[in-house]
């Protein structure tokens, strides 16, 4: 009865709210099965259980020439789940109808007709997506990117005349000139990795890739020594010990920059990136599912679609994605591994899950130090701090006093030596971490709030703190850290303002929200500082000591527990 009335307010809604009936068919024309069908599909849409969006939109084709949105909604919902071709076909069969006239349709259209090599073909879709160019930011790098990339198939040579995005501009003409082998491609490929702007570690891996095209083993080689396998990415991993291991082939097996597809995939691959920085990822698993469309040998890809999933709570969805990943390309198979064992955390317990993972790398017959270093984080935040020690001292006696790694372990390890009250270790290691890296803003934070916690070294604690908030004034913790220690010195309307701004920039985390109560509290603001207490007993990750300390402030107020 309840699902019937909802799906009657929902027609009414788009009766009256949407825009579409200006082109589309009353939905009276239509039977009630139909309806309920599209109204469920559109519920398990909004919802982000595509699959059941895509069962029940099958079940309601009768909307997909009528109804302007369902034909949106559809063909999105098949490229999530993978059907790209199918999507492509949807659209070629309601090209002449005004229905599938938006951004997305012309994207398929555009792939399509790269796949087919059909390059002038794919040209005339992109002028006719040109009015939508301007609905977003993105759209708009994505028309003048895949200008550019048809232009220099087409006439190879560079488009004159072109759009910037700074970066963005740089990376496409890098591939570009890789794509027809152009003496300077080296030097773009260089200038994009080395650059101060941004994280551009991943082009390492396809200017690699352009030096074994070319037969520089040896230049290969000597860019990869430089890279270490602890503080890389997965990708940069898994290409080090390629070329450690001579495997030299395995690049042209998943890309080659003399193969438009591969090009274009990676640019799709870049735009997924952007949606899943800003969190959107739905958006961010349809571009990235084009992108393997294009270039199905390109599975580490999928990587990304996992972390979506994960992020999204699809546990099932990832475990099916992560088990492409074999154990001859050993980094990526390392990476199913943490995230099954993750999944089990989440479903199960820290226990099991620690369990599971231990089991895998006793398997593991030479791991590498980028493994030792993820169980001993794995171990960290699963507070099986002894465990997590023993692993990061066992990579920390391999390490010179210059290596930034170095510095990122000692902290890890000070951080668990702290949790166990070894403060004198602590001490130690956070210490050494900042005679390798001084201004390093959460090491400073990470010290100075244990001396603060422990009412030692009061004024260099504060001062430390000060520095850390300079170099990182926007990150919440170092926020919320600045503000405890104003009220830990009894300072409390210059804490609130500290407070304040973190409890903003991190609404449901416990401790900034109990923090905050704290301080409303001593300015005699009790209403508001209960207020917050309460927020803190509704969060799920929320610890039980911590509860009980909340339910006894509530009680009898901060007294109860100082």
């Not at 080296?186 to 991943?202: A, E, K, P, V, W």
């Not at 979506?308 to 199913?336: C, H, L, M, S």
Request: hydrophobic content about 35%; glycine content about 2%.
């Amino acid at each position: 009865m309840i699902s019937k009335i909802f799906k009657i307010i929902l027609l009414l809604v788009l009766s009256y709210q949407t825009p579409v009936y200006s082109k589309s068919t009353s939905f009276n024309d239509f039977n009630s099965r139909d309806l309920s069908n599209y109204f469920s599909g559109i519920i398990a849409y909004e919802n982000r259980d595509n699959s059941e969006a895509l069962k029940y939109f099958n079940l309601s084709k009768v909307l997909l020439n009528s109804h302007d949105n369902y034909l949106k909604r559809y063909v999105n919902s098949l490229v999530l789940e993978n059907k790209v071709a199918q999507a492509i076909n949807v659209i070629k069969n309601n090209s002449k109808k005004s229905n599938s006239d938006f951004f997305d349709a012309y994207v398929l259209l555009i792939i399509d007709s790269l796949k087919k090599n059909d390059f002038d073909k794919a040209d005339i879709y992109l002028n006719q997506s040109l009015r939508f160019q301007e609905e977003n930011r993105i759209n708009l790098v994505i028309f003048e990117t895949l200008k550019q990339y048809i232009y220099t198939f087409k006439n190879k040579k560079l488009l004159p005349n072109k759009k910037n995005f700074g970066n963005l501009s740089l990376i496409a003409e890098a591939f570009q000139r890789c794509h027809y082998n152009d003496q300077r491609t080296s030097s773009f490929f260089l200038n994009l990795i080395n650059s101060q702007q941004g994280d551009y570690s991943r082009y390492i891996f396809f200017y690699i890739n352009y030096l074994i095209q070319n037969k520089e083993f040896d230049q290969a080689k000597s860019v990869i020594d430089q890279i270490d396998y602890i503080g890389s990415t997965l990708l940069l991993t898994q290409t080090k010990s390629w070329i450690d291991n001579n495997k030299f082939k395995s690049f042209e097996k998943i890309f080659s920059c003399g193969n438009h597809n591969d090009i274009i995939s990676e640019f799709l691959f870049l735009i997924s990136n952007l949606y899943s920085s800003q969190d959107n990822f739905e958006k961010s698993n349809f571009y990235l599912n084009l992108s393997i469309y294009l270039n199905p040998k390109f599975e580490f890809n999928l990587s990304l679609v996992a972390e979506n999933f994960f992020a999204d709570g699809e546990y099932n969805k990832v475990k099916k994605i992560v088990r492409k990943f074999k154990e001859t390309d050993e980094f990526y198979y390392w990476f199913r591994v943490k995230k099954e064992a993750q999944i089990i955390v989440k479903e199960q317990n820290y226990e099991k899950g620690t369990s599971y993972i231990e089991s895998k790398f006793k398997n593991i017959e030479k791991p590498n130090p980028k493994m030792i270093f993820d169980l001993a984080n794995f171990y960290k935040n699963s507070k099986n701090y002894e465990l997590a020690i023993d692993n990061y001292s066992r990579l920390i006696s391999s390490l010179d006093d210059t290596s930034v790694i170095k510095s990122d372990i000692l902290y890890r390890r000070g951080g668990s030596y702290e949790r166990l009250g070894n403060y004198e270790k602590s001490d130690e290691d956070l210490l050494h971490a900042l005679r390798i890296r001084p201004n390093d803003a959460y090491v400073l934070n990470y010290l100075a709030y244990s001396w603060l916690e422990r009412d030692y070294k009061i004024d260099e604690a504060m001062e430390m703190l000060k520095i850390a908030y300079d170099l990182k004034s926007n990150d919440p913790y170092i926020i919320d850290s600045i503000g405890w220690a104003y009220f830990l010195i009894d300072e409390y309307k210059e804490a609130e303002k500290y407070l304040k701004r973190a409890v903003e920039l991190m609404p449901d985390d416990p401790i900034v929200n109990d923090h905050y109560g704290d301080i409303l509290w001593n300015l005699d603001q009790k209403i508001q500082a209960r207020y917050f207490w309460n927020s803190v007993l509704s969060f799920d990750d929320t610890e039980d000591d911590m509860r009980e300390n909340i339910n006894k402030k509530l009680i009898t107020g901060l007294k109860s527990v100082q």
